[in-house]
DNA sequence: CGAACCTTTGACACAAATCAAGTCACGTGG
DNA sequence: CCACGTGACTTGATTTGTGTCAAAGGTTCG
């Protein structure tokens, strides 16, 4: 396996902190691994071995239920570290990976994690990263247990738009393959419903949409959608 | 105020690796402090300036809408940390503590955290209640994404008499008042709706309840309405 | 004794799930 | 390169679980 470059890490909040040697050990622990989209990175309930950083590409995290149904907790945008079940004093996986688009992470064993708090700021983005994940799923619980279904896929769409969006043509692109499916895993609905309620939007110009991608051409128009009270 | 007696600590799984003068130390920075039913402790978005130990009682932590809607999106029962916002490098709590019943916590201020934090097995505790935690409110969301409402109202039940039931003549009782407008809150539903399956249940001699008061008389039948998969 | 609040129950409406077809896009292999 | 198969998407018809509206009864407490 070729040296991986130092730059890959120095700019990340987890790492900003530290000196060109410890980033060269930390990289020189580290195995990189490149990961189809669809496949699982890691499970639910399986021991945590190793912990990760995404370094391109993105994940959805999913939850099962006992009755074969899945749905979508969140999602993980490059730069963020995932699998880190030890800040959580966990020994198993509390839901699981799979990646969206083709990604690349970084793993190392889970036996480094306690070397690597000690770096300066390690421990401290990880635990804000912790946060910002436990308000997300905050929020969408929230939206869940109040919203009406348009809402919910409108605040879902949005959602994704600011944590993967790019600009294209004419509106702001989700940065990962999405089907009707996914977007009803993720707001507890049905795919006809999501299919219905895009078919709408499309027909009012808000959004545009081709197989598994999503163009917002009205962010506003959708954000009113959303129900953003005033 | 009379001091306070160290038996109070040293039990708790935080503190129990503690010597009796570590604890009391931690016990004469403490303010002790009664909240009545409907209090609240601290409300969302308030700057996180203390953090808090629940000796006795129960609490209800709460999210709010914009349009004015409640959620509430745990209980915390006795023994437990709460308000550790520190713990996720965060400087405002991320939701409201309402008192469900009179309760007794201890506080102290947020500055003295990080020293907390170097006591053996104090860090360890409150992550790993944050790990409970994050857990529970994925169970929830999983839930209130795929179950119905039956199913959801049967499976809040439970959680609460799991979690502060106590035996009483003919059953286990939820160990603090509880409405059936709370109960719409925990699961998005009407207050309505949830009157109407408690009678039916009732009816089937699964459940009890009078005013604010629920007794659970068949828990297994109950189990079998939450739909767990066999 | 009255006010505040919790609870129950019925009637009705409607949003969204379910049921059902069918079209369209894409990748693969012959 | 075309045919075929699979997965994604659309759209209509029908059903139903829950929310909404409405009214009234019960309990607690000052």
Same mark, same amino acid.
């Given at each position: 396996?070729?040296?991986?470059?130092? =730059? @890959?890490?120095?700019?990340?909040?987890?790492?900003?902190?530290?000196?060109?040697?410890?980033?060269?050990?930390?990289? +020189?622990? &580290?195995?990189?691994?490149? #990961? +189809?989209?669809?496949?699982?990175? $890691?499970?639910?309930?399986?021991?945590?071995?190793?912990?990760?950083?995404?370094?391109?590409?993105?994940?959805?995290?999913?939850?099962?239920?006992?009755?074969?149904?899945?749905?979508?907790?969140?999602?993980?945008?490059?730069?963020?570290?995932?699998?880190?079940?030890?800040?959580?004093?966990? +020994?198993? #996986?509390? &839901?699981?990976?799979? &990646?969206?688009?083709?990604?690349?992470?970084?793993?190392?064993?889970?036996? @480094?994690?306690?070397?690597?708090?000690?770096?300066?700021? $390690?421990? /401290?983005?990880? #635990?804000?990263?912790?946060?910002?994940?436990?308000?997300?799923?905050?929020?969408?619980?929230?939206?869940? &247990? /109040?919203?009406?279904?348009?809402?919910?896929?409108?605040?879902?769409?949005?959602?994704?738009?600011?944590? =993967?969006?790019?600009? /294209?043509?004419?509106?702001?692109?989700?940065?990962?393959?999405?089907?009707?499916?996914?977007?009803?895993?993720?707001?507890?609905?049905?795919?006809?419903?999501?299919?219905? @309620? @895009?078919?709408?939007?499309?027909? +009012?110009?808000?959004?545009?949409?081709?197989?598994?991608?999503?163009?917002?051409?009205?962010?506003?128009?959708?954000?009113?959608?959303?129900?953003?009270?005033?």
């Amino acid at each position: 396996m070729p040296k991986l470059d130092e =730059s @890959l890490l120095s700019d990340l909040p987890p790492f900003s902190q530290l000196e060109r040697s410890q980033i060269r050990t930390i990289l +020189d622990q &580290a195995v990189s691994r490149r #990961y +189809d989209e669809g496949t699982a990175i $890691f499970r639910e309930g399986h021991e945590a071995d190793r912990f990760y950083l995404l370094l391109d590409g993105y994940l959805r995290v999913i939850r099962s239920t006992e009755g074969g149904e899945e749905i979508i907790v969140l999602h993980i945008s490059p730069g963020q570290l995932f699998g880190i079940a030890k800040a959580l004093e966990r +020994d198993t #996986y509390p &839901a699981t990976s799979i &990646a969206a688009a083709e990604s690349i992470a970084l793993s190392w064993p889970m036996s @480094l994690w306690t070397e690597f708090t000690t770096y300066p700021g $390690f421990a /401290t983005e990880s #635990y804000k990263t912790l946060g910002r994940r436990l308000g997300e799923i905050q929020t969408t619980l929230t939206e869940m &247990a /109040t919203q009406a279904v348009e809402k919910r896929v409108a605040c879902a769409v949005l959602r994704m738009m600011n944590q =993967s969006g790019r600009r /294209t043509e004419g509106g702001v692109e989700i940065g990962f393959p999405i089907t009707r499916q996914n977007i009803s895993d993720m707001t507890g609905t049905t795919l006809h419903t999501v299919s219905r @309620l @895009l078919s709408a939007w499309e027909k +009012d110009g808000v959004v545009a949409s081709r197989r598994k991608r999503i163009v917002v051409t009205k962010p506003h128009e959708l954000v009113l959608l959303s129900g953003v009270q005033g």
